[in-house]
């Protein structure tokens, strides 16, 4: 059992969305860009436990804030809708009654009682389920349910998908707050109180634990006791006398609710006690790491005895090592029915093919989700071996910047960042910018690797050697901001395009640090080496040690700013003024304080007047 499409109407920063899954997924996507607010959206629909809250939803859940059309007069509900397909056989005998057929390759669902097509290899049954959510006017207050949107009642409503039909399609959630809570307790909807469903077991420890607190003595003192006689005394003045007969302390008024919230967990620290022993602390005493790696081992638990379980997590990788994510993301997927995730780390993505990589984009409220695939240009085993940790820096950044080579992928960051060092008012670091750097590999993938990426959602720059006005033309339409040098070789750039003192004082560095290469000794650069000779000695040594940074190190070298390329200087500083965009000019002393007549505020009738004039319509599927 799998989810294969989402679509959520009006439900906090989503106005609208469809998104459609493909087995195991990580959705990616800038902060704010609604990763939680999707996942939220599904638990809605169906999480066994979330509709017991109180309230299911509030004013904050609706888009905007707004839950009733005063111009309409007319409420605005919640709508989520998910399919969920591949069922099992046992899932196909529960849901007989609500079965339709999904297409993954037209990703849509078949038409036609009987629909056609059922036989189709690739078409399979499943279940669309939808949650709605509106305000009450008479009562009010807020309300959401969940429903099977086939099949419809002649009376045009629908059948209520509840608790325990949720609990065969095994979905678990998990937030990034992960303090333990909903793991290492015995509450209910808790990783261990489902793993004690699983198992079929019922506890049998209230009932023994309560009447062992009744049956503790309170430690009553003589004052407490005359004073509780007091008591009975006075009520009697008022009441038959058994009404308040023989008041006395219990050590707790605990029920069985009360107990699964209190019980703790307690686990060693590692510290010992005088004894010997070792000492133990309740689990939230435990480090960050600890906890996720605990609640993680639960997961593993619950999908071995589940066998069909859809787990969704945000963030796996708070407070682990990359070997621990990579480890856990393996273990997750290879046991359960589907594994989703939001993640912001590179370590996480380099476990999942390109094409179970979504890249969600929200634009005005309207929520779009792109599968990543394979760039253009790089081969699967190229991929798999040299590209794809960088590949994955560039999905989860905003902004990315191609790069024609393996030296300009050296030399840029690194002169970025002695740039900032020494003018920090015009410069910044391209990590401090968010800026992923992708090395293109040739001049011909700048254009179809800017437009991959681009097509993603990302602000894409590419910077590169001179080209024909036919390459130019290509690159620039691909791209959002390209930036073409006039000297072809980048290596040709920085040695012609550093000062003389730089690049003297870099030469007498790597000769006095033995670095130069022995097959070079009759070109060894000395204070005396004329300045093209010099020149010419560098571009050789730059030939041999190719791809080992060295044009990076000149940069980094520079003793100023003045000392480096004007194309490199002003490459980067038209690249963090699109990023940070500067203040703008003061403005002239005659406008100083004057400020612009306030626009006319578009008068909507009261809430107040709209309500009682309406009802919400009854729970629809969303179309």
Not at 359 to 372: D, F, H, N, Q, S
Not at 513 to 529: I, K, M, N, R, V
């Amino acid at each position: 059992m799998h989810l294969v499409r989402v679509r959520v109407r009006n439900f906090r920063g989503i106005a609208y969305c469809e998104v459609h899954l493909n087995g195991h997924t990580a959705f990616i996507g800038d902060n704010n860009a609604g990763k939680s607010t999707l996942l939220e959206a599904v638990d809605l629909v169906l999480g066994p436990e979330r509709l017991s809250r109180r309230p299911v939803i509030d004013e904050h859940d609706f888009h905007a804030g707004t839950y009733v059309d005063p111009v309409k007069n007319e409420v605005v509900p919640i709508q989520i809708e998910v399919i969920v397909a591949g069922l099992s056989d046992e899932q196909l005998r529960h849901f007989r009654d609500h079965i339709e057929w999904w297409d993954p390759q037209a990703k849509t669902l078949l038409v036609g009682a009987p629909p056609e097509g059922t036989d189709v290899p690739h078409v399979g049954a499943a279940i669309r389920v939808f949650f709605n959510g509106w305000y009450d006017v008479e009562e009010d207050d807020f309300a959401g349910d969940t429903f099977y949107a086939t099949p419809e009642m002649p009376d045009g409503s629908y059948l209520r998908f509840s608790a325990p039909d949720k609990r065969k399609c095994g979905f678990l959630y998990l937030r990034t707050l992960r303090t333990g809570a909903r793991a290492l307790s015995l509450e209910r909807g808790s990783l261990l109180d489902v793993i004690l469903r699983l198992k079929e077991t019922r506890l049998t420890m209230w009932e023994d634990l309560l009447d062992q607190l009744r049956a503790l003595p309170a430690g009553e003192t003589e004052d407490i006791g005359e004073l509780l006689v007091a008591v009975q005394d006075a009520v009697r003045h008022y009441v038959p006398s058994d009404w308040a007969e023989q008041p006395h302390m219990r050590v707790s008024d605990l029920t069985r609710d009360m107990l699964r919230r209190t019980l703790t967990v307690f686990m060693g620290t590692g510290a010992k006690r005088p004894d010997g022993s070792v000492y133990s602390a309740p689990y939230q005493h435990q480090g960050t790491g600890t906890i996720n790696t605990l609640v993680l081992a639960l997961l593993s638990i619950i999908a071995e005895l589940k066998q069909s379980v859809i787990f969704a997590m945000e963030e796996p990788e708070i407070a682990l090592p990359p070997h621990t994510q990579k480890r856990i993301i393996n273990s997750l997927r290879q046991k359960s029915a589907q594994a989703i995730f939001t993640s912001h780390s590179p370590y996480v993505l380099e476990e999942f093919e390109p094409a179970q990589v979504v890249v969600l984009k929200r634009t005005a409220g309207v929520m779009t989700g792109v599968p990543a695939t394979y760039p253009p240009a790089v081969k699967p085993k190229a991929y798999r071996t040299e590209f794809k940790a960088r590949f994955c820096e560039a999905l989860l950044a905003r902004y990315v910047l191609v790069l024609e080579g393996r030296t300009e992928f050296d030399a840029l960051p690194a002169a970025a960042r002695r740039l900032a060092e020494l003018d920090p008012t015009r410069f910044k670091s391209l990590e401090n910018l968010g800026v992923a750097i992708v090395d293109a590999r040739g001049e011909t993938n700048v254009a179809p690797l800017g437009a991959f990426f681009r097509s993603l959602g990302k602000i894409v720059f590419a910077v590169f050697d001179k080209q024909s006005q036919e390459a130019l033309a290509t690159i620039t339409a691909s791209v959002d901001h390209a930036y073409e040098s006039a000297t072809k070789g980048f290596e040709n750039l920085v040695l012609h395009g550093v000062s003389e003192v730089a690049l003297r004082s870099y030469a007498a560095v790597v000769v006095a640090g033995g670095d130069w290469p022995q097959h070079l000794a009759a070109w060894t650069p000395t204070p005396a080496t004329p300045l093209a000779n010099l020149q010419a000695a560098l571009s050789s040594y730059f030939s041999w040690a190719k791809g080992g940074g060295d044009a990076g190190d000149l940069l980094a070298s520079c003793p100023t700013a003045n000392d480096m390329p004007e194309y490199v200087r002003t490459t980067l500083a038209a690249i963090k003024n699109v990023i940070e965009p500067p203040p703008p000019p003061p403005l002239p002393p005659q406008l100083a304080g004057v400020r612009p007549l306030p626009e006319a505020a578009a008068k909507s009738p009261p809430l107040a007047a709209a309500y009682g004039k309406f009802q919400p319509s009854p729970p629809q599927p969303l179309a």
